[in-house]
């Protein structure tokens, strides 16, 4: 075979088994494109098939159901989230009420107890003034219900009649009276005073509030009836020298 020939063969040849063919994609599809390389000697077979487009489903009402739906979801979601947020105000507020009601109720108690105690003071400070103000006659009547007085804040017992009983015959209601002639008087504490007592049991039985002078009427009378209530009960039960 003549060489040209041969180059020309060979150069086709080259050409048919290598070349690789292409397709573009037509109009409103897309082609497929097969090919095959087969080596030099081999048939070489070459299939061109064009692909088929797929199908697309479009519809207005898909998409509005989809939206209806999200707009469903998020409606309700922000539903629950103002139930729970009013369900939190209202548990606040019932909260609020509860301890506003609890602060109301300790401050009223506190109001009425003190005005309870401004009352008992009230009431104190009316009786001191009054106690303070009340006056008795210098006379054995004024010294005996002075005595009283004294004696009912200290809660010694004794009357008015009995007291007055003993003083006159112990003394005649004299309050500067001294007895110097009997046992006592032998032993140098003689008996003094409205109701006849010597020093050292005047000392003993001294009311708080009174004088210590054993000559003063009221101070006398209430030591004295002090000691008749521990030994006899009261000076009413007093009817001789005690």
Same mark, same amino acid.
């Given at each position: ?7 020309? $063969? ?6 048919? *088994? *290598?070349? !690789? ?11 497929? =494109?097969?090919?095959?390389?087969? @080596? /030099? ?12 487009? +797929? ?10 159901? $989809? ?16 139930? =729970?947020?009013?369900? &939190? ?6 909260? +609020?009420?509860? &301890? ?5 109720? &300790?401050?009223?108690?506190? +109001? ?20 303070? #103000? ?12 002075? /005595? ?5 804040? *200290? ?11 003993? =003083? ?6 004299? @309050? ?8 006592? +008087? =032998?032993?140098?504490?003689?008996? &003094?005073?409205?109701?006849?007592? !010597?020093?050292?049991?005047? #000392? *003993?039985?001294?009311? @708080? ?28 039960? $007093?009817?001789?020298?005690?």
């Amino acid at each position: 075979m003549p060489k040209n020939i041969f180059s020309r $063969v060979q150069s086709r040849s080259l050409t048919r *088994h *290598h070349k !690789i063919a292409m397709a573009g994609v037509a109009t409103l599809g897309a082609a497929a =494109i097969g090919f095959s390389a087969v @080596p /030099s000697g081999a048939s070489t077979k070459t299939t061109t098939e064009a692909a088929q487009p +797929a199908a697309v489903a479009y519809s207005n009402q898909q998409i509005k159901d $989809v939206k209806a739906s999200v707009t469903d979801q998020m409606a309700g979601a922000s539903l629950k989230a103002e139930q =729970i947020a009013a369900k &939190k105000k209202a548990d606040a507020a019932a909260a +609020a009420k509860k &301890k506003a009601a609890a602060e109301a109720a &300790k401050k009223k108690a506190e +109001a009425a107890r003190e005005a309870k105690e401004a009352a008992s003071r009230a009431a104190k400070r009316a009786e001191a003034k009054k106690a303070a #103000k009340k006056t008795y006659p210098n006379n054995l009547d004024g010294w005996i219900r002075e /005595s009283l007085d004294v004696m009912k804040k *200290h809660g010694i017992p004794g009357s008015y009649d009995g007291i007055k009983r003993n =003083i006159i015959r112990e003394s005649s209601g004299n @309050p500067k009276a001294i007895n110097n002639w009997d046992i006592n +008087a =032998i032993n140098g504490i003689p008996s &003094k005073g409205l109701l006849q007592v !010597i020093p050292p049991t005047f #000392k *003993h039985w001294h009311v @708080p509030g009174t004088s210590w002078d054993i000559y003063d009427p009221v101070a006398n009378i209430t030591a004295a009836c002090n000691y008749a209530a521990d030994k006899y009960g009261s000076m009413d039960n $007093v009817d001789s020298a005690y």
